[in-house]
């Protein structure tokens, strides 16, 4: 069940699939069959366990993608394509100089 791409996965399917393994361990236990309260009690626990796991897989993958974009504003800097822009101010300083400059 685990994605290494960044393809996501619904709380519905989780919780479908926790829900399955649930109910095959439980026969395969060699258990009598479940009654309403026990499938109740399943369906919570499979419900709860299915959030809990959405959720450290949202963290997972944000962590992920705020490494690659830091990693690729890094690569970007070494290659020099991200060069900082001038100000207004930095433009109005290079202007009083070249004023400066033809005065003299």
């Known amino acids: 069940m685990e994605n290494n791409n960044t393809e996501k996965v619904s709380k519905k399917e989780i919780k479908s699939q926790l829900e399955d393994s649930m109910n ?43 490494v690659k974009s830091s990693l690729s504003k890094v690569e970007k800097a070494l290659k020099g394509k991200n060069k900082a822009k001038k100000s207004k101010k930095d433009k ?9 400059v033809q005065v003299a």
């Open 24 to 66: 095959k361990a439980i026969t395969s236990l060699e258990l009598p069959a479940p009654s309403k309260k026990v499938k109740k009690v399943i369906k919570k626990s499979s419900k709860k366990l299915a959030s809990a796991y959405a959720k450290a897989l949202k963290k997972k993958s944000k962590k992920e993608k705020k």
């Open 92 to 100: 109005s300083k290079k202007k009083s100089k070249e004023v400066q």
